[in-house]
């Protein structure tokens, strides 16, 4: 399942990232790399943009590169 597919109020482990280049350079520098805790606070009505939390920050990802990031 993709982070797009996460619900709200849920917990996700990160399985793979996806993609390459600049777009998942962009994703690791906010800290969502393998293994990592991602806990979904808000989905916008219209899925754009995805607001999670990882290791502390509040992080607002765009629908395009949550469906770049495979969790569990």
Same mark, same amino acid.
């Given at each position: 399942? @993709?982070?797009?597919?996460?619900?709200?109020?849920?917990?996700? !482990? #990160?399985? !793979?990232?996806? +993609?390459? +280049?600049?777009?998942?350079?962009?994703?690791?520098?906010? +800290?969502?790399?393998?293994?990592?805790?991602?806990? #979904?606070?808000?989905?916008?009505?219209?899925?754009?943009?995805?607001?999670? @939390?990882?290791?502390?920050?509040?992080? *607002?990802?765009?629908?395009?590169? *949550?469906?770049?990031?495979? #969790?569990?």
């Amino acid at each position: 399942m @993709t982070l797009k597919e996460a619900k709200v109020g849920q917990t996700v !482990k #990160v399985l !793979k990232l996806e +993609g390459s +280049g600049a777009v998942k350079r962009r994703i690791m520098d906010m +800290g969502i790399t393998k293994g990592e805790d991602i806990f #979904v606070r808000r989905v916008a009505p219209l899925g754009d943009p995805v607001e999670i @939390t990882v290791r502390g920050y509040e992080l *607002s990802l765009r629908k395009a590169d *949550s469906e770049m990031i495979i #969790v569990v």
